[in-house]
Nanobody, 115 residues
Framework: QVQLVESGGGLVQPGGSLRLSCANSGSIFRIAAMNWYRQGPGKQREWVAAIRTSGSTYYEDSVKGRFTVSRDSAKNTVYLQMNSLKPEDTAVYYC?????????WGQGTQVTVSS
């Protein structure tokens, strides 16, 4: 059973930074890509970033150059470093992994960007 637990959200002013963490229950980095999604108020959930098993990273256009996804295999943790935050980045952020026919999600962590 895969368990994903996000942390690191909070309230930050525009232009500020946060680092989100997604701890998982096993060494799933070796077998599947890890994704970050977000869902803003009144919006559909959208994909934000991904890190593949190879270590290659991918980003949605609106976060390129501001967000960085990384991982620490020893800690079974994926990170999302978010810089130059904007009010439109306000959302619940989720980490996700798809293994075979199974789609796993964490509980989400709230990020609010406001002055």
């Amino acid at each position: 059973q895969v368990q994903l637990v996000e942390s690191g959200g909070g309230l930050v002013q525009p232009g500020g930074s946060l680092r989100l963490s997604c701890a998982n229950s096993g060494s799933i980095f070796r077998i599947a890509a890890m994704n970050w999604y977000r869902q803003g108020p009144g919006k559909q959930r959208e994909w934000v970033a991904a890190i593949r098993t190879s270590g290659s990273t991918y980003y949605e256009d609106s976060v390129k150059g501001r967000f960085t996804v990384s991982r620490d295999s020893a800690k079974n943790t994926v990170y999302l470093q978010m810089n130059s935050l904007k009010p439109e980045d306000t959302a619940v952020y989720y980490c996700n992994v798809v293994i075979g026919a199974h789609d796993y999600w964490g509980q989400g962590t709230q990020v609010t960007v406001s002055s």
